[in-house]
């Protein structure tokens, strides 16, 4: 098995694509060891790393961040193992499908926005679908709409885009323009976590 890494706009994370696929459907989250281990048995192996911070997963690609300290020479071949470990193993990525997902259906009850604007509302999340995620995919990560208010969108990032230092420019520069552009109703985009 051959796992092919790529750097990420993000220093502190690594996209990590094994060939196979990950997840057939939507992407997964993980922020701290103990929801990592029971949703996951790769995310937990991953976590069992010392100096992993986070792990995403996508289609066919996984992203892990690492906390400051360790250096990515010394981390990468722990995570190439755990990685060809799980894989090699046959066990399946998430534990169920209750905890797999694109987060948008664990999100979709904290989404707000008027009744009023739901077909803007609708154009964002088809222009974020289309344009945005696609792209954000290609450096490891994923953007969600939460929601819609006075003209701000509200976006959350995850995987690669979570914490990185050009994640600003690309909200500002990057998806407000796209979306002021097609919406004139957005005045500004904001990340809310």
């Known amino acids: 098995m051959f796992i092919q890494t790529e750097a990420t706009p993000n220093p502190a994370t690594l996209k990590f694509l ?10 997964a989250d993980f922020r701290d060891a103990e929801a990592a281990r029971a949703a996951s048995a790769l995310a937990g192996r991953l976590f069992d790393v010392p100096g992993v911070v986070g792990v995403f997963f996508g289609y066919d ?8 300290d360790p250096d990515w020479q010394h981390l990468k071949p722990a995570i190439l193992g755990a990685i060809m470990e799980h894989f ?38 088809e222009l974020l679908d289309t344009r945005v995620r696609p792209a954000v995919a290609q450096d490891g990560g994923d953007i969600t709409f939460r929601g819609f208010e006075n003209g701000t969108v509200f976006l959350h990032m995850k995987g690669a885009c979570a914490g990185c230092p050009s994640s600003t420019a690309t909200l500002k520069h ?16 904001e990340q809310i976590s």
Do not use: C, W
């Open 18 to 27: 094994p060939g196979k696929v990950v997840l057939e459907e939507g992407t």
């Open 61 to 68: 690609f996984v992203t892990v961040t690492k906390a400051e």
């Open 88 to 125: 090699m193993s046959g066990q399946p990525v998430m534990a169920s499908a209750t905890h797999a997902g694109d987060g948008r259906a664990a999100e979709a009850g904290e989404e707000f926005y008027d009744k009023e604007d739901e077909e803007i509302v609708l154009t964002i999340k």
């Open 174 to 189: 990057g998806i407000q323009n796209l979306l002021r552009h097609f919406v004139p109703e957005v005045q500004q985009v």
